[in-house]
Each structure stands twice: as C-alpha cells, then as structure tokens.
C-alpha cells in the first residue's frame, strides 16, 4: 500500500523532473502565461542571448497597462502604449500567442485563461503575478513568480521549487442568501491571517466549496494568497468538466473524454494527512468588508472597526491606530457608517460574469449614489453581460461601463482613485496606496459593492435582496 | 549572481508588520527599466510626503541609516504582489540583507534569485536587534550566512534561511546553468510525460 496523497502530492509529483539532497525540485510547466509586467523577464532571457523553449506552452495577455476607455482611438500615454507594444514585440519575437489589445478574447489574465480552456486540472501554471493562484480552482497547481523565475521558465519551460507544506481549509455548510465566494474567502483570511498560510499550498474542501461554481471557486483560489498561501486549489468535479467542455483549448470529443477520466482522480484520498487543518462553517458567514490596509481585516458588515484604546497588545494597537488613521475612521465607528466616494466592480478576484449578474441583481432599478466603474474581466465577458442587458443596469444606475483589464485594481493604467477617497471595491488588496497614492479601499463582493453604491455607505446587501432573484 | 557570505554595516528598524511589496515599490514605478534607478524610489510613499519632501520619521531618511547595508524589518515582509522590481528596489539602494521574523513566499524567492539575503529571525530577537539599533544608530551589524549568525554589539543571533536558498547565495549558483546539467532528464520527462499526460499538451491554436 502507497501512502495515503493529498491533492497537493499529486499534482507535484506528477510535474517533478529531478528532485535534489537538499531538497529542491526541478518541475515541468505546463504553462505559462505573459503579460506587458513580463519584460523584465524577456529581457534578462535576451541578455543572456538564448530564446524561448516551448512556445507553445507560452501565451500573452494585454491586461495590466491597457486603457479601459476609448481603445478605438490607441493609447493616449506613450509609456502605457509602450508597455503594450514592448509585449507584442516580445510576443511575436518568441512566436507565442498574444491575446493582444485588439483581440477579442483579450482579458485579464486569470480570467482569459480559465475562458480559453488553456487551464486545466493537473496542470502546473505560472505567471509574473501573485493571483496565479486563481486557476487552482481547476484542480491545478498555479502560483505566482518573479521575473528571474519567469525568465527561467523561458528559457527551460521548469522551475526550481521547494514543496510547500499542505494546508486543508474546510467550509460547511450552506451560505445563506447573499453570501458569496468573496465572503467565504475574506473570512478565511480574517481567520488565518495574511500570513497564515505562508508556505503553505492550500486545498478548499467541504459541502459550500463544492456547492459554489466555477467562477466562485477562482475568486476564493484568486485570494489564497491573500492569507499568504503558495497557491490554493480545488479538486476538479462534475463542475469542473462542464465548465471545461467545448472551451477552445481544451480537448475536444474523445480526447475530453480521457482526459476528464484522468482529472477524475485528482482529489485527496480520504486519509491523506495535511499539515495544517482549518475549518469554518458557511452558514454562520455574513456579507464581509475591509476596514483596515490588510486583506486580514475582514469584519461582517453589522461590526464596528476596532478602537485601538481596547486592545491590550502594543503593536496591534499601533497597528489599528496607523490604519484608521490612513483609512480616515474615527475608532468604534460603525462600518455602515462609513460613507463612500466611488465603487470599483472588476479585477481577476470578481469580474466574471456571475460576479457581474450579482452586482446587477441588487443595481437593477436603481440609481449609485456615488460615481462608479465597472470593468469586466475580459472582452467575452463583456460582450455576455451586454448580451443579458447588464450593461444597460450598470449605465442606468449612473456608473461607467468600460473595457477588460486590470484597471482600478492597480492603478497602473491611468484608472485610479484619487488620493483621500473612499472606494467600495471588488479587488484582492486594500493595501495603502494599492488603488492610488492615498486612496482607501474596502474589500467586498461585488453585490456588496453594489448595495454600497445604491445607499452611498458601506452596507449590508441582504435586505436590498429582498424580493429580487438572484 | 553575487555570493552572499558575510555583511557588516549599519542596520535600518523597520519593526511594522506586512509591508508589503506595494509600499516597498509602488506600482506606478514597475515601468521603470531596472537602470532607471528603482533604488532612489524606494519605500517612494512611505519616505516622501506628497509635495516630494523627505519625511523626517521615515527610519530610512536617518542620516546613518539612509547609507545601511542592512534592514531590521517587521513580521511577513514582502507580501502581495510578485514584482521583482521590489527586489531590485531594495538591493540597488545598498540593501543586501533583510532581516524579519516572516517573508512572504514569492518575495523570498526573487530576494534570492537576486543575492538579497532573507534572514529570519524570531519575533522576540527582531524586536532586540530594533531596539539595539535604535538606541545605536552607528552600531554595526554582522550577518554570516556561513555561521547563520547575527551579530549585534555582544550580542549573537542565529537566522534560519531555507538551505536551498542558503546554498545558492554563499555559492552564488545560476539556476539556468544548473538547470542545463539536467538536459537529459528534461527531455526524458517531456517524451514520457507526452504519452501520460496527452491532455496537457494544448491544441493547435483554434482558427476563427
């Protein structure tokens, strides 16, 4: 008898090439996705004068620099523009498939690859940004990586890796109404900690994971690293494969078939031992906001920030003092007495199309009382929620219906919260600064977002639901 | 890469938990070309107010510890974003070692990859070897990756560092040259792999 694996083991011993004494692994990428942040990598491969290894295996996205407003008239900016051209230089220069500006697939990354059918369970995927972590929701083994990692994915299609240790978060239950991925995942983090997960891969099991959908499984995976985890995952099921079926890169009729027979056995067994074990039951998780700089600080939205006069530990007192200060609340106020000055709904955490029929639901007849962007996780994401007519929602309620990217989630391409605002946000990182110099960003769902712009105030989402189907 | 054995110099507190690698290099900066000079930007919002000016509580701004070789840093160093440029940012401003009780994941990779020595220490010695400097801004600090020692005035720490990791700075090694050593057992993977895993090989692009 072999012992007992976790779904962690077997997706690294499935990709481990060589494994050294002290304990490193050579592993196979299985992909590797690019976007305009990846010239570093290009250029350290450049300088050492080799190419690209598997081309094939390489594919490029235009997200993080690319305008959300009038494409049809190019970039405005010369160094965005030039931030985009670089990638298509480096793109047609290594014969890799760029899912460019102009091209209608285009998207933000971890959107665009799961759509495509380019991620797949038992993969091993890496990209140049920590949200890698998303297309763990398929059963894959993704994470993030650096420039000189990403370089020398390049150049040799493997990575040098550690194994992380194996870490199992259960989640029971049935969330109520109004509850989604985005409550579940803030409330883990609350509960580990940012770094609670630090080295460690993470496994989401339990009923209210394998009752959420696909898209709700990539924003709970999207934010493992969040709590500080390598990576998270979800063993694929029978969502999994209908999600996957027909998509444009995965395999087609018979080969779909066998391939789904195989992907069938990535799961933990039963017995498998993980290091770390949490768990949390769905039921008792209410609609989740952010008061402070740090993914961790998580509260349900009927909470009060925390008065640091009440907190006998010093530096956690310093700590909540130095964040009101910055997120400019007054100690023990009430969370939805917290007015704000603008909404957010996009990003690789919450732009999908559910994500976007969730805000719609609570927005539909209804005006935001504060200005408001929305920006869908890809051009096919666009074009189906105008199909549904949620474009239409979004612009009669007064907020702006823009193009795919990164946008407002990190300010880097043009799209950014001015400095002393308050913005209601679906993003991943409520860091100082994150959404522009001195702004304030509170994390929460996109439905949550949208209860916050009809009231103008943080706000609980539940009793705007009333009456309404979801 | 450069080898990491050993560094002497002056040690720069920075005891605040999770500064994470958007205060150590703000976005707007990941534009920049390394040559561009990230050193001169960093920790951009956390040294200068708005108007540009130095501010003069920024422990970094200190006359002795604005030349340091080394920082004193607080629990989950470098988490968030994957930007290497953070890295870069840290070790063009003269800093080769960062001393803190956590790092996060991705940031101690590139660290390494990039001859920055990621020494953790306890909570308890973090806050020590803080207060030691505070109190001392000229007092030197030794760090040995060989002995994995720390020392501070008469006082010696040991540090834990991943031995992969470890193994790399004091060698120096290049992971695409190492890498090329296992060639053969590439290739066997790849040609194996293609016949037990024929689903992970992705269709030729589909035509419009």
Same mark, same amino acid.
């Given at each position: 008898?072999?012992?007992?694996?976790?779904?962690?083991?077997?997706?690294?011993?499935?990709?481990?090439?060589?494994?050294?004494?002290?304990?490193?692994a050579l592993l196979w990428v299985d992909r590797h996705y690019v976007h305009e942040g990846s010239f570093n990598a290009f250029s350290q491969m450049k300088a050492r004068g080799r190419s690209i !290894?598997? %081309? $094939? @295996?390489?594919?490029? +996205?235009?997200?993080?620099?690319?305008?959300?407003?009038?494409?049809?008239?190019?970039? !405005?900016? %010369? $160094? @965005?523009?030039?931030? +985009?051209?670089?990638?298509?230089?480096?793109?047609?220069?290594?014969?890799?498939?760029?899912?460019?500006?102009?091209?209608?697939?285009?998207?933000?990354?971890?959107v665009v690859g799961p759509e495509q059918g380019l991620t797949l369970p038992g993969l091993l995927i890496v990209c140049g940004d920590s949200h890698t972590s998303t297309h763990g929701a398929f059963g894959a083994y993704a994470f993030g990586i650096g420039a000189s990692e990403a370089a020398h994915v390049l150049m040799t299609q493997t990575l040098w890796q550690k194994k992380p240790k194996r870490m199992r978060v259960c989640v029971d239950g049935r969330a109520t109404p109004g509850i989604g991925a985005k409550d579940i995942a803030l409330a883990i983090i609350a509960r580990v900690g940012a770094d609670g997960a630090q080295g460690h891969a993470i496994e989401f099991c339990g009923s209210a994971i394998r009752e959420l959908t696909m898209e709700g499984r990539m924003t709970l995976c999207n934010l493992s690293i969040e709590a500080g985890g390598r990576c998270g995952m979800v063993a694929p099921d029978a969502t999994t494969f209908s999600y996957l079926k027909g998509r444009p890169y995965a395999p087609q009729g018979a080969d779909f078939d066998a391939a789904v027979e195989a992907w069938s056995s990535l799961k933990s067994d039963p017995d498998a031992a993980f290091d770390r074990d949490v768990?949390?039951?769905?039921?008792?998780?209410?609609?989740?906001?952010?008061?402070?700089?740090?993914?961790?600080?998580?509260?349900?939205?009927?909470?009060?920030?925390?008065?640091?006069?009440?907190?006998?530990?010093?530096?956690?007192?310093?700590?909540?003092?130095?964040?009101?200060?910055?997120?400019?609340?007054?100690?023990?106020?009430?969370?939805?007495?917290?007015?704000?000055?603008?909404?957010?709904?996009?990003?690789?955490?919450?732009?999908?199309?559910?994500?976007l029929r969730s805000a719609a639901a609570v927005l539909a007849g209804r005006v935001s009382k504060v200005p408001g962007l929305v920006s869908p996780g890809s051009s096919p994401v666009k074009r189906q929620a105008e199909q549904e007519g949620l474009d239409r929602i979004f612009k009669d309620a007064g907020l702006d219906w823009a193009d795919a990217g990164c946008s407002m989630c990190v300010g880097i391409n043009g799209d950014i919260v001015p400095a002393g605002e308050r913005c209601a946000s679906t993003t991943n990182r409520n860091f100082r600064g994150r959404q522009g110099r001195g702004a304030r960003t509170h994390l929460m769902s996109p439905a949550m977002v949208a209860a916050a712009a009809v009231t103008g105030h943080l706000a609980d989402v539940r009793p705007l639901l009333a009456g309404r189907k979801l | 890469m450069e080898k990491f054995v050993r560094l002497t110099g002056k040690a720069c507190p920075l005891p605040q938990p999770n500064v994470n690698t958007d205060q150590i290099l703000p976005a707007r900066y990941l534009k920049w070309p390394r040559a561009r000079g990230l050193g001169a930007v960093l920790f951009q919002d956390l040294r200068f107010d708005t108007a540009g000016s130095e501010r003069a509580d920024f422990?970094?701004?200190?006359?002795?510890?604005?030349?340091?070789?080394?920082?004193?840093?607080?629990?989950?160093?470098?988490?968030?974003?994957?930007?290497?440029?953070?890295?870069?940012?840290?070790?063009?401003?003269?800093?080769?070692?960062?001393?803190?009780?956590?790092?996060?994941?991705i940031f101690a990779q590139n660290a390494v990859k990039n001859g920055l020595l990621t020494a953790i220490v306890s909570e308890h010695d973090a806050a020590e070897l803080?207060?030691?400097?505070?109190?001392?801004?000229?007092?030197d600090v030794t760090v040995d990756l060989e002995q994995?020692?720390?020392?501070?005035?008469?006082?010696?720490?040991?540090?834990?560092?991943?031995?992969?990791?470890?193994?790399?700075?004091?060698?120096?090694?290049?992971?695409?040259?190492?890498?090329?050593?296992?060639?053969?057992?590439?290739?066997?993977?790849?040609?194996?792999?293609?016949?037990?895993?024929?689903?992970?090989?992705?269709?030729?692009?589909?035509?419009?």
């Open positions: 008898m072999s012992e007992p694996q976790t779904l962690t083991d077997r997706l690294w011993a499935a990709h481990e090439i060589v494994r050294r004494e002290d304990g490193a !290894a598997e %081309p $094939e @295996l390489t594919f490029g +996205v235009a997200d993080h620099y690319v305008p959300t407003r009038n494409r049809a008239g190019g970039i !405005a900016d %010369p $160094e @965005l523009a030039t931030m +985009v051209r670089n990638l298509e230089g480096n793109a047609a220069e290594s014969q890799i498939t760029l899912f460019g500006l102009r091209d209608p697939r285009q998207g933000i990354v971890h768990s949390l039951g769905a039921t008792e998780i209410a609609p989740i906001v952010t008061w402070g700089t740090t993914p961790d600080d998580g509260l349900p939205i009927d909470a009060c920030v925390p008065d640091p006069a009440r907190e006998p530990d010093a530096a956690r007192k310093k700590y909540i003092e130095e964040a009101l200060a910055y997120m400019g609340i007054a100690p023990g106020t009430k969370l939805t007495d917290v007015a704000i000055d603008r909404i957010f709904i996009g990003s690789c955490t919450n732009a999908r199309i559910e994500d | 422990p970094l701004n200190h006359p002795v510890w604005r030349h340091a070789k080394i920082l004193i840093a607080g629990r989950n160093f470098g988490s968030g974003s994957s930007r290497e440029n953070a890295v870069y940012a840290i070790y063009d401003h003269g800093l080769h070692c960062v001393i803190a009780p956590s790092f996060g994941d803080a207060a030691a400097v505070t109190a001392d801004p000229q007092r994995q020692t720390i020392v501070c005035g008469n006082r010696t720490y040991g540090f834990s560092i991943d031995p992969v990791s470890r193994n790399q700075l004091l060698n120096g090694w290049d992971d695409v040259e190492l890498t090329e050593s296992y060639r053969a057992a590439i290739s066997a993977y790849r040609a194996s792999d293609g016949l037990r895993r024929p689903w992970a090989i992705p269709p030729k692009p589909p035509h419009d």
